[in-house]
């Protein structure tokens, strides 16, 4: 039963590497590619990398037009690569097939006759060979025999598959193993009743005859072989030191997944899933500040599938290569499997990713994805909520850290944070007490107004008795209902106690964000659908008036457009009020840009760009009277489910409103600085450049006819740079100092869609 358990574990890893099975993995030699299954249910095999020709399909979700999508390969459930070429196990038949790197063939089966109709449970594609598990993927068999073929190139660059008595041992035909990976003229294996075994050609140079423990996760790289051991969690690497540098500097803390370059390895943490690296130039590259699923590598780049939204995420090391431009793809987090989850992992939800039509990641209901929990977070956040069955572990932002459980995490100091508790519960009960008074002194002459509406049919449909929800601002109350009756696109009147139910009780692992007016929630209705949900905040209640918030609504009911992120509701009960909005899932420019999303390619940037223009075109020339954003910038723009950019949180007409030319010129300053954004990449005030001011930095530049120097060098560079070049030219003319020689926007939006239909940025 250990060997059992212990086998079980080694299929829920997601580890990928040269000669490693996994959801994603890697070719090696010339042409770096990748390939990963995707998130659509059906495990299709995407794969992308630098100086690739082929085109992908037409499809809503492909973005980059040099990415290809192999739609004639067959659904699999695992992946391998080797050197220019790929190994998967078919998902529906567990037989193997493999394929040239780059080049889809009709018969793309490099497998030898004897072997194809086999099923096997593993498979690990090494330099020029492939070694596979026999038994069927889906089976409980916890082992299998080993067979091994060659896959050649010949000079004409193309490859056949034969059999190989170079990987041929008497000795290890005869054994059961629980995994296997391979390397350059190499392969290795768990055996079934402990230790390790290698075979092939280089197999002595790794000098593993004496290693009888068992591991969690393998990775091979060329001349290397690295393991987490089932004892006690140490790393352990055999082979070339040369080729995995000192295993010593990615720490003692234990890995769940490994992946191996030509002279380096990476890890995922298995207390915070953060990726750490060792053997590379510029530990630098290596992405920050959030976790991931499964990571691969080839010579030079690792990739990895992002846990938070399952997107794919790839950096350069020990190379001066341009980096990757993944396609904005979902992939899967793991390999499809029917055995239960073991202790220490989940089976992913595909609900948290809001796709209405996806029912699962596999091919098949009885499937699941079993990945390792997380127990800790990584720096800046605190653990909120525990790794559960079908949920991992939920890390909250420092700055919603209220209490004792998590100062010490974050580093608050006890005496500073009961002051600020002291202090906040004073403001409260003083407030609460003004407010009691002055909500008395003016419900005789609110109340019987408010009553008069509801019998004429204002509130039709919610004039029942409220349940007391209780009073969520502290005692802050509006004065009555808003007078909105119906408007364009029928805005639903929410009841407090559904919101409060959609947001899990306004609960910090819902929110999605904080400014001035309050928060914002991620809200799942009764009837599926998920929204956002403002929520004003005890300030925003006390100093808008009634009769504002009125106006307020009463301008976003007429609001209806592509590129703004639209009203779908409200709510004004117990003292509440609350707006409910479109759900943006792939959330703000500002995170793409600048807060480790995954970065956006230059077609995506330019439509984006465009889309920013038509909306405030629409808010300043098609709405009567216009309304001015007055804080246009890149956490404003959002990001809906087909990529398409939303503006948020623009200003509304109040009764203090004066100024209303001089804020529609200030719209197009920061839409000048959101396009210096979107070019280079960087913040629009960073104190780690000289001058920190963007337009500072960047107009001089673009005067002087240097504008290429401004661009995003983090961002693979386009074949044709002329309409990055444009966007520079209006970037400059937005953000002049005289606002009478700024364009107008009916301008910059007609040229920004001229740049984006002419199609050059290819």
Known sequence: MLQISIFLHLFFVSATAYGTMG?????????????????????????????????????SNAS???????????????????????????????????????????????????????????????????????????????????????????????????????????????????????????????????????????????????????FSVLASGKNAICGVS?????????????????????????????SAGSKH?????????????????????????????????????????????????????????????????????????NRPCGVGEFAFNVSVLNEPDLTSLCVRQDLKICSPCGSNCSQ???????????????????????????????????????????????????????????????????????????????????????EDDGDLNGGVAINSTPSIASCPGVPQVFRLSELKDATNGFKEFNELGRGSYGFVYKAALADGRVVAVKRANAATIIHTNNRDFEMELEILCK?????????????????????????????????????GLSPLNWTLRLKIAMQVAKGLHYLHRELSPPIPHRDLKTSNILLDSDWGARISDFGLITSADKDLPGDLDTDVYNFGIVLLEILSGRKACDRDFNPPDIVEWAVPLIKQGKAAAIIDRYTALPRNVEPLLRLADIAELSVRENPAERPPVPDIASWLEQIVKDGLIL
Not at 36 to 53: H, K, M, P, R, Y
Not at 301 to 329: H, M, Y
């Open 64 to 214: 980059s037009s040099s990415l290809p999508y192999f739609t004639n390969l067959p659904p699999m459930s695992a992946l391998s690569g080797g050197q220019g070429f790929f190994c998967g196990i078919l998902a529906n038949t567990s037989q193997p097939c493999c394929w040239p790197a780059g080049k889809p063939a009709a018969d793309p089966l490099l497998v030898p006759p004897a072997y194809r109709n086999t099923a096997y449970s593993r498979i690990a594609a090494g330099k020029s060979h492939v070694c596979a598990v026999r038994g069927s993927y889906f089976s409980d068999r916890a082992s299998g025999n080993v067979d091994c073929w060659e896959v050649a190139q010949t000079p004409n660059n193309s490859f056949i598959a034969k059999q190989s008595l170079a990987f041929y041992d008497q000795s290890v035909s005869n054994l059961e193993f629980n995994d296997v990976v391979s390397g350059e003229d190499f392969s290795c294996g768990g055996v079934r009743d402990g230790g390790l075994l290698c075979w092939g050609p280089n197999s002595k140079n790794l000098q593993v005859s004496n290693v009888s423990d068992s």
């Open 380 to 466: 800046g956040f605190f653990l909120s909520s525990p790794c559960a069955f079908n949920n991992d572990r939920v890390c909250t932002a420092c700055s919603l850290c209220q209490n004792s459980s998590c100062w010490a995490v974050c580093g608050i100091h006890p005496s500073t944070a009961l002051h600020l508790h002291h202090l906040l519960r004073w403001v409260l009960i003083i407030g609460s007490s003004a407010l009691g008074f002055l909500l008395i002194l003016v419900c005789g002459c609110v109340f019987p107004r408010f009553v008069a509406r509801r019998r004429k049919g204002m509130g039709k449909g919610k004039t029942e008795e409220h």
């Open 230 to 258: 089932n004892s006690s969690g140490e790393l352990k690497c055999w082979g070339d030191p040369n080729s995995y540098s000192d295993p010593e500097s990615a720490g003692r803390v234990e890995m769940v997944s490994l």
């Open 23 to 59: 959801p994603i993995s890697a070719s090696f030699g010339k042409r770096d590619l990748f390939c990963a299954i995707d998130a659509s249910g059906n495990q299709n095999i995407l794969c992308f990398g630098n100086n690739v020709t082929s085109q992908p399909p037409s499809q």
């Open 559 to 595: 609001i209806r457009h592509c590129n703004i992120v639209n009203l779908v509701g409200y709510c004004a009960e117990m003292g509440e009020r609350l707006l409910v909005y479109e759900y943006m899932p792939h959330g703000t420019l500002y995170d793409h840009l600048h807060g």
């Open 265 to 337: 390895f990476c890890g995922i943490r298995k207390d915070s899933h953060v990726v750490e690296c060792w053997g590379v130039s510029d530990s630098s590259v290596v992405p920050k500040g959030y976790g991931f699923m499964a990571i691969a590598s080839s010579d030079y780049t690792t990739c990895g599938i992002r846990e938070d939204d399952l997107l794919l995420d790839c950096w350069v090391v020990n190379a001066s290569k341009p980096d990757f431009d993944p396609p904005l793809q979902l992939s899967s987090p793991g390999l499809c499997r």
